[in-house]
């Protein structure tokens, strides 16, 4: 709850999404593979020098396809978990949590539906229980889902009033119509009334199975200590889930530049194509292309052209969003009304000049001493190093992969990054979103009134 | 879908009790409920020297990763900032990556960048930090630069004055672009009529325009100066390490002397006030009300940490008593809360604020919260929830020291703004000597003041729904 009004000079933060693209020495972490006598697998980083414990887990694919007419149901589940269950109801369970200092959530994504919980090692058995029975045994009392639901439903109009928002749904709107990949993950204002309870019990039953479930662990837990853990939370939970599963997309809307009237001071642009997957072979080079492109911040060339030799912007970001069944390179800034259409034409050029030129040599040796020297500034907290890996677990990339990271990286070619910006980088191809009310740019599609 | 553009904020919500809270003078030790049990001093576990030129310097040792987070505090901000230039402070924050004679423009992000680094800087009321997170073997490189910038900044109108429009689109990107931000910084000025408080951290637009070279470079020579900063290096190094570094890059700088930071206070005030914001883009309205409050270095009567239990019991989630109140008993609102930040070099603000369930009107929704506040004021808070706001705020105190940059935040901007380390390693000692009655007497003191400013940001006139 922030009073004071703190302002800083960039926000980075578009980078995140690549957070495991980036390196790890050797020595700085042991992995262990953990095996519960109930047959569950987890990976852990023992670390016994604070005495917090973090669990992440997600179930891969679950809820990426919400019931035709029930848009939200997932998302509105995790925020259902935690509302009470077992012999706990809604205050009940929040009050243990809060009491111990243990937090527990949960996140609905299009990929699958993921889960938290980090405690002190004074209170383990509590904080497990507590997330046992909110897997195993939630509530879904009425109330409950009505209060979470109308703050859904909040959450939803205050964001019509975000351009940031209105320009992200209707990219992916656009890109992936009919695929859950277009869909807004909280539901409609249409959909969200209709879910009952029992739709979130099916849910549960239905998509939390163990043969879905990926488990990371951190901080003050042993081995034996782990196995019984896992067996404690997860034990309970099905053999098979029932997930349907979601079909690989294309994006569509290619070459496409659609406005959205909006009486902002800025305009707000964001444009996009295919990308690549986690495990296409050319991720690594796309990863090295994207930093000296945009993903780097300032000394990245979008940021160089339009903010620090222009200043048409505070920030212009690139960036990689690999999905399972899709992926894209995309990015995105804003810049006063007046000046969009320069803005727009300079981050367009600097996508032909990639495709074209590739990097230079600086450049590619500065990428590569940032995205292998910057990685262990991530493992700041034992949530953070959990975090880690489960992507990696999630991703497939094998137990030795932080171990590896650097040298994938440091392997890349000229003549990768040649291939991968020719393949990925086409600025006739970009889809753009622009919300504003921007001077110079001829749209091919305006949608006038709101979305 | 992942989050396309979140400019990072430094004090977002969320981040631990302690960051929001730091320390004042030794409140009395309570004559009753002695606690359950002990709290100890002791949350970073910092080290600290001064250097021959009176910079101080802070060490909060961590070895869990090979890695550290640098940072040098200058004690000055936006509220020091003379009449008419407001915004100089932090257009000369982002001046400061703009070279020296050594380092060329633009170039002090990129050498960080490609020794694996990342670097930023933050501005606010009452100081401004720049920051570097390296491996520990760059930790010298990176205080090499760090003091060449704080004694060499060399500045040219062709780099000045595109930066201006950075900022001036940093301002339309964070303020403008959307009625919410815009009215938190309407009620903010209306709060205060006469203090720098008042004034936005990132300007007015009709000053921005006219920030000048010259100005930021009078700012820089008036307060940056080493006997006006603090070294705060938190990570895998030690004292011993640290120590010979410091004193030849920071210490080689002369001391030379610095105003005093002078700030006008406000005039007695008498009358509340409203601000009202229609804006078509808003569909969800909402209401939020402030009074100005002790921070912990202005608190003559030793209020600032039971308001921190107070905003715990009012605002701790979803059992606190505004959320149980308005959103699970009465279902009148989706959200409701109540915020206070101590850490201020003069005085802090507390606010509460809720927004209404579909369908509830705004008075309604209004006359519900006030209500909840009057209640507080007549019957004041128990013993018991006194009891159980200090016990869960001492236990999410131990996540403090498991953070690599939360410490090196917490610690330099309580230090910037007036506390000692003292203070802030007394901070579990002083939480949990709060007592119903001091929480009940701070509440009174605050709420009782009848000069508050409240806010709505409401959709145009028959749009309401």
Known sequence: ?451 | MPAVLSARRFAAAGLLALTMTVAAPLAPMPLTAPPAYAAEKGVFFPESFSLSNGMQVVVIPNHRVPVVTHMVWYKVGAADEERGQSGIAHFLEHLMFKGTDVIKPGEFSRIIAKNGGRDNAFTSYDYTAYYQNVARDRLEMVMRMEADRMANLKLTDAVVYPERDVIIEERRQRIENEPADRIGEQINATMFVHHPYGTPVIGWPQEMSTLTREMAEHFYKTWYAPNNAILVVSGDVTVEELKPLAERYYGAIPARPVPERKRVTEPPLNSSRQVVLRDEEVRQPSVRRIWTAPSYRVDPDHQAYALQVLAEIMSGGTTSRLYRSLVVDQKLATSAWLGYGPTAWDMATLSVGASPAAGVTMEKLESALWAEIDKLMKSGVTEDEVATARKRMLAAAAYARDSLTGPAQTLGAALATGQSIDDVESWPVRIDAVTADQVNAAARAVLSQTNHVTGLLLPPTGKDS
């Open chain 1, 1 to 451: 709850m922030s009073v004071r009004h703190i302002s800083m000079r960039s926000g980075i933060a578009a980078f995140f999404l690549a957070v495991v693209a980036v390196t790890l020495p050797a020595h700085a972490m042991d992995i262990k593979r953990v095996v519960s006598p109930g047959g569950i697998e987890a990976w852990l980083v023992e670390d016994h020098k604070v005495p917090v414990i973090a669990l992440e887990w997600a179930f891969e694919g679950a809820g990426g396809t919400d019931p035709k007419g029930k848009e939200g149901l997932a998302n509105l589940t995790s925020t259902m978990l935690d509302e009470g269950a077992g012999p706990y109801d809604s205050q009940a369970f929040q009050a243990r949590l809060q009491d111990n200092a243990i937090a527990l959530g949960f996140d609905a994504g299009r990929d699958g539906f993921s889960g938290s919980m980090r405690t002190l090692t004074e209170h383990r058995d509590e904080a497990l229980e507590l997330t046992r029975l909110s897997l195993t045994e939630p509530h879904f009392a009425p109330d409950s889902l009505e209060r979470m639901r109308a703050s859904i439903t909040a959450s939803l109009k205050r964001d019509l009033a975000d351009p940031n928002y209105v320009a992200r749904r209707q990219f992916y709107s656009t890109a992936f119509p009919n695929h859950p990949y277009g869909d807004e993950i909280r539901g409609t204002l249409e959909s969200l009334p209709t879910i009952t309870p029992d739709d979130l019990r099916r849910f549960v039953k239905g998509q939390f199975g163990r043969d879905r479930l990926v488990v990371a662990a951190t901080g003050d837990i042993s081995p034996e200590e782990l196995g019984k853990a896992l067996d404690t939370v997860f034990g309970g939970l099905p053999a098979k889930a029932d997930v349907p599963p979601i079909p690989d997309v294309t994006m569509s809307g290619l070459g496409q530049t659609i406005l959205l009237p909006r009486p902002t001071a800025q305009t707000v642009m964001l444009m996009g194509q295919p990308g690549v997957k986690r495990d296409d072979p050319d991720w690594y080079a796309a990863t090295v292309m994207n930093y000296v492109l945009g993903g780097g911040g300032f000394g990245s060339r979008l940021m160089e052209e339009v903010r620090e030799k222009r200043g048409l912007s505070y920030g212009v970001y690139s960036y990689l969003i690999p999905m399972d069944h899709a992926a894209l390179v995309m990015a995105s800034g804003s810049t006063v009304n007046a000046k969009a259409g320069q803005a727009l034409d300079i981050m367009r050029q600097e996508w032909a000049r990639m495709a074209k030129d590739g990097l230079t040599d600086q450049e590619m040796a500065d990428a590569k001493t940032y995205l292998t020297g910057s990685f262990p500034l991530q493992l700041g907290s034992t949530q953070a190093i959990a975090r880690i890996l489960l992507q990696v677990k999630r991703d497939n990339l094998g137990i030795d992969y932080l171990n590896q990271r650097d040298r994938y990286i440091n392997a890349v070619t000229q003549a990768d990054i040649k291939r991968v910006a020719q393949r990925l980088l086409d600025p006739a191809k970009l889809l753009t979103v622009l919300v504003g009310k921007p001077d110079g740019v001829s749209p091919t599609r305006t949608i006038e009134g709101g979305s």
